[in-house]
């Protein structure tokens, strides 16, 4: 083991390091925004905002998984309630305000995360993982069976345009709304989340779910109400999915039960792997690489499936939790590290 103390020189490489980061994230962030404009491709722009919804998505999911060491199979749940929030509330209350819609839907995905939640954080591992597969197969059932008549069965539901506070911006042409004011809204949502998740996952709470994950014999020893913090934390990350869902239903323009599916969350956790539970950033790296990949895919062959499942054995084989961004990670800090011996 080695004895090294940090030296100076260490803490101005891993400094660098961590501006770097920054740069490269505001730099991101600055080419996605040019995006549209620059190339005016529709469809490059379109699969773009895709990818941002998954993100947030992953985003979400990866709190349980990656902070809370909770396998869930059953965000479809709350993705797809985001989804039918949007949708069921425009049409029965006329409610056409963007803002007032993806809220309504953040907090009915909350609510569902918490039933479920509060039926399913007693169990562990493989438990766990089936008992949220099966409570959000029920919600899949009554989507598919039209309970109450909201849902409209497996033909789905049309999604109209919403408005954005007051200003009339459904009347714009189907591309303008998509490419020039949606997208934009989408980008803007992401940049929030990342940056308020950044806060909330180094807080106290954060740390308390990381001991969780780590040791939850531990923890509870110390006096952490164990079942009451993966409660918390499947409440957050199914407000989080459910915002991905309600920001993907207006780009999708049409719901139906499939997004409510154990295939759903099976997308879901393979964007997670991809790109690295664990590690902050890695389910946006893993969405937008999940998207790309399917695109690519289906552009070359038709045994689709079989090339994802493959890219994801090879990950997990080769990389094993810490996914594309957590090599990356460690391809850099072992570059630093050389740098420092030099």
């Known amino acids: 083991m080695s004895t090294r103390f940090p030296t100076f020189q260490n803490v101005e490489i891993r400094e660098s390091l961590l501006n770097w980061r920054l740069l490269a994230a505001v730099g991101l962030f600055v080419v996605l925004a040019l995006y549209p404009a620059v190339t005016g491709n529709a469809y490059h722009t379109r699969l773009l905002a895709w990818m941002m919804c998954f993100a947030i998505a992953a985003l979400g999911f990866n709190i349980v998984l990656g902070y809370t060491g909770l396998l869930s199979f059953g965000h479809a749940a709350f993705f797809g309630t985001g989804m039918y929030t949007v949708v069921i509330v425009m049409n029965a209350t006329g409610i056409t305000d963007l803002l007032v819609l993806v809220v309504l839907a953040m907090i009915a995905a909350g609510v569902v995360g918490a039933i479920i939640g509060a039926l399913s954080v007693k169990t562990h591992e493989i438990y766990f993982a089936l008992l949220t597969l099966a409570l959000a197969q029920l919600l899949y059932v009554l989507a598919v069976r039209d309970v109450g008549g909201l849902t409209r069965g497996t033909d789905g539901i049309g999604v109209s345009r919403p408005d954005f506070f007051g200003v009339p911006v459904s009347e714009l042409s189907a591309t303008v709304y998509l490419v020039g004011f949606y997208y934009y809204v989408i980008l803007t949502f992401l940049a929030a989340t990342i940056v308020a998740l950044w806060f909330v996952l180094r807080s106290p709470f954060g740390l308390t779910l990381k001991m969780i994950r780590e040791n939850e014999t531990r923890a509870e020893m110390t006096g952490v109400p164990v079942l009451r913090y993966r409660l918390y934390s499947m409440i957050l990350s199914a407000t989080v999915v459910g915002l991905g869902g309600a920001l993907y239903a207006i780009v999708v323009g049409h719901i139906t039960p499939e997004y409510l599916d154990w295939t759903m969350s099976g997308e879901i956790v393979f964007m997670a792997l991809l790109g690295g539970i664990g590690t902050f950033l890695g389910p946006v790296i ?57």
């Open 286 to 342: 893993g969405a937008g690489g999940f998207i790309l990949l399917q695109e690519l895919a289906l552009a070359y062959t038709e045994y689709w499936h079989f090339t994802m499942g493959l890219v994801l054995f090879v990950i997990v084989l080769t990389l094993r939790e810490k996914g594309v961004w957590g090599g990356v990670k460690t391809l850099a800090t072992r570059v630093a590290d050389r740098r420092d011996d030099q």
